[in-house]
């Protein structure tokens, strides 16, 4: 008859134990591993999936955090492994233009990054948390690099716009650069409608605002009103309606009574061509570079072998 003796049982359930652990790590190292794409003689990995997703967080983190950032990631995950398919045959033409990257823009690339940190330790401690390396860094940016450089060879530089078209965008939208009448006014919030009505009526009286908001003990704040913008329409009424130097009744909005007090009119203006030029440019580029890029992509993709393979 076996015997079990209590010291045996305890390495037995420590080997068990040894045993689950290296079938997890085995599991998790499977599923990374696990090939979620092809494109051409290139494969995609859960692992270069995931490689991205840590990556992109490292480079948000430095502007964002909390619920904001992952927004931006969740955002960014609806079209994820698509991005990837695309960066890969954009990294194929790089390969076949034989492009190179200068070490010494990738290590100014990754200082402006450590830069955006408190210290040294909060960036490293960051690519600790999503698994990164300064390799892995300086490698995405390097294909980054890449891919700005060959759509550069083969998109961007082949973009033009003449100024015909930047005088036919001018012309047929000219009310996009026209600035509405804008109005700036004064105005003081008192907690209930009495103070309210006794501030509106000094400053009727002409008294001084900066005077009567200090005998009330509250605070004279600046505010620029367009028709049309953020504010009720009842409140929107009124202001419209005040002329220079006139002064509102109260107004209740949410638990405080307001005092308007008109001091400054813009009227309205229509930008010219010569000052709209810039922009119509800028815009017109980008809506060709979009569009160009958008069919240099479905071009490469006609020609390529593309399979997903995540389920």
């Keep these: 008859m076996l015997k079990i003796t209590s010291r045996s049982l305890r390495i037995f359930i420590l080997s068990l134990g040894l045993l689950s652990m290296v079938c997890c790590l085995r599991s998790i ?136 078209e930047v005088t036919a965008f001018y012309e047929g939208n000219k009310l996009q650069f026209k600035s509405p ?29 900066a005077d009567v908001a200090k005998k009330y003990g509250l605070t004279v704040n600046r505010l620029t009103f367009t028709k049309g913008g953020e504010f009720r329409q009842d409140v929107e009424e009124v202001l419209a309606a005040l002329k220079s130097t006139e002064v509102s009744s109260p107004i209740k909005i949410e638990e405080s009574y307001y005092v308007f007090k008109l001091f400054l009119t813009v009227p309205a203006s229509q930008q010219t061509l010569a000052g709209a030029q810039d922009t119509i440019y800028k815009y017109l580029f980008e809506m060709k570079m979009q569009q160009s890029l958008g069919k240099w992509i479905d071009e490469i993709k006609k020609k390529s072998y593309i399979k997903y393979l995540q389920s």
Aim: aromatic fraction near 6%.
């Design 181 to 209: 009448e804008e109005k700036e006014f004064e105005s003081i919030a008192a907690p209930d409608q009495i103070t309210a009505n006794m501030v509106a009526s000094s400053l009727k009286s002409g008294s001084p605002i």
């Design 29 to 164: 190292s499977w599923a990374e591993d696990k090939i979620i794409a092809i494109v051409n003689n290139d494969i995609i990995t859960q692992k270069d999936l995931n490689d991205f997703i840590n990556f992109t967080r490292v480079q948000l983190s430095a502007d964002y955090s909390g619920k904001e950032l992952e927004t931006k990631i969740q955002e960014m995950r609806l079209n994820l492994l698509d991005r990837l398919v695309e960066d890969k045959l954009i990294l194929q033409q790089a390969k076949n233009e034989k492009i190179e990257i200068d070490k010494g823009r990738i290590q100014a690339r990754k200082n402006e990054i450590r830069k955006k940190y408190p210290s040294e330790a909060d960036f490293q401690k960051t690519l600790f948390q999503q698994g990164l390396t300064e390799a892995d860094l300086e490698k995405k940016m390097t294909e980054q690099l890449l891919m700005y450089y060959v759509i550069e060879f083969k998109v961007r530089n082949k973009i033009t716009v003449t100024p015909t």
